[in-house]
């Protein structure tokens, strides 16, 4: 089995930055996109962030030029760097990963799908 383990969270005031951290725990994980979430109360989880194993990223327009997404392959980790953070930034910030899990010793794969339990961002104006 896969755990998704997020770190980084924490309470910054208007325009500093945080460093938001996840490791894929579990063996037999081959990664294909890891990405970043976000939810504030009463509102729609959103993506803010995405990376593929090619190294392709995507990011909305309310966090682009301001967010940047890095994944380390061979430690099966992903970082979401937030600068120039807003107060509308505050949500609840939810690791992804998407890949292939080994479910036999012969080899055969399921694709799955994994979120972390989330870290909380607060922006202070």
């Known amino acids: 089995q896969v755990r998704l383990v997020e770190s980084g969270g924490g309470l910054v005031p208007a325009g500093e930055s945080l460093r938001l951290s996840c490791v894929a725990a579990?063996?037999?994980?081959?990664?294909?996109?890891m990405a970043w979430y976000r939810q504030c109360p009463g509102t729609q989880r959103e993506m803010v962030a995405s990376i593929g194993r090619s190294g392709l990223t995507y990011y909305p327009d309310s966090v682009k030029g301001r967010f940047t997404i890095s994944m380390d392959s061979a430690v099966k980790s992903v970082y979401l760097q937030l600068n120039s953070l807003k107060p509308e930034d505050t949500a609840v910030y939810y690791c992804?990963?998407?890949?292939?899990?080994?479910?036999?010793?012969?080899?055969?794969?399921?694709?799955?799908?994994?979120w972390g339990e989330g870290t909380l961002v607060t922006v202070s104006s």
């Open positions: 992804y990963a998407e890949g292939a899990l080994r479910v036999n010793v012969e080899g055969a794969v399921r694709n799955m799908h994994y």
């Open positions: 579990g063996g037999g994980f081959t990664i294909n996109t």
